[in-house]
């Protein structure tokens, strides 16, 4: 999981739920690491590919509370930090799955002419019956 912003998550529950909850601490900082690690435990243990997304935002995005819209949830630009973090792992653990390392069986969406669609489908004198 991503690091929490705390007093940003109990500002978002108080003002956006009727009636308020409790200001309980549901959610904090430490409990998050906590199961980060466990959960990276658990990966080491069985063999998984993981990513330490809480220790990757806390080391490396001083800034990481501004990556989060209500303390919990990520914003665009987070969603977009947390997209980079995904595919260099997946390109890390899954050379295989790049999509520069994957063949397509028909044609990119951009490549194709509407007003001669079928032609698309035809290459190598091998066509697709439609």
Same mark, same amino acid.
């Given at each position: 999981?991503?690091?929490?912003?705390?007093?940003?998550?109990?500002?978002?529950?108080?003002?956006?739920?009727?009636?308020?909850?409790?200001?309980?601490?549901?959610?904090?900082?430490?409990?998050?690491?906590?199961?980060?690690?466990?959960?990276?435990?658990?990966?080491?243990?069985?063999?998984? #590919?993981? =990513?330490? =997304?809480?220790?990757?935002?806390?080391?490396?995005?001083?800034?990481?509370?501004?990556?989060?819209?209500?303390? =919990?949830?990520?914003?665009?630009?987070?969603?977009?930090?947390?997209?980079?973090?995904?595919?260099? #792992?997946?390109?890390?653990?899954?050379?295989?799955?790049?999509?520069? #390392?994957?063949?397509?069986?028909?044609?990119?969406?951009?490549?194709?002419?509407?007003?001669?669609?079928?032609? #698309?489908?035809?290459?190598?004198?091998?066509?697709?019956? =439609?």
């Amino acid at each position: 999981p991503p690091p929490i912003d705390h007093d940003k998550w109990q500002r978002f529950r108080m003002d956006t739920f009727v009636p308020p909850p409790p200001p309980v601490r549901n959610r904090d900082l430490e409990h998050t690491k906590q199961y980060a690690e466990a959960a990276m435990q658990v990966g080491r243990e069985t063999q998984t #590919a993981t =990513l330490d =997304l809480f220790t990757i935002l806390t080391r490396d995005h001083s800034q990481w509370k501004e990556y989060l819209l209500d303390g =919990l949830h990520f914003n665009p630009e987070g969603n977009r930090v947390l997209f980079e973090c995904l595919k260099n #792992a997946s390109d890390a653990h899954y050379p295989h799955l790049r999509r520069t #390392a994957l063949t397509t069986q028909f044609p990119e969406f951009g490549d194709i002419d509407p007003e001669n669609y079928l032609q #698309a489908f035809v290459t190598n004198d091998k066509s697709i019956n =439609l």
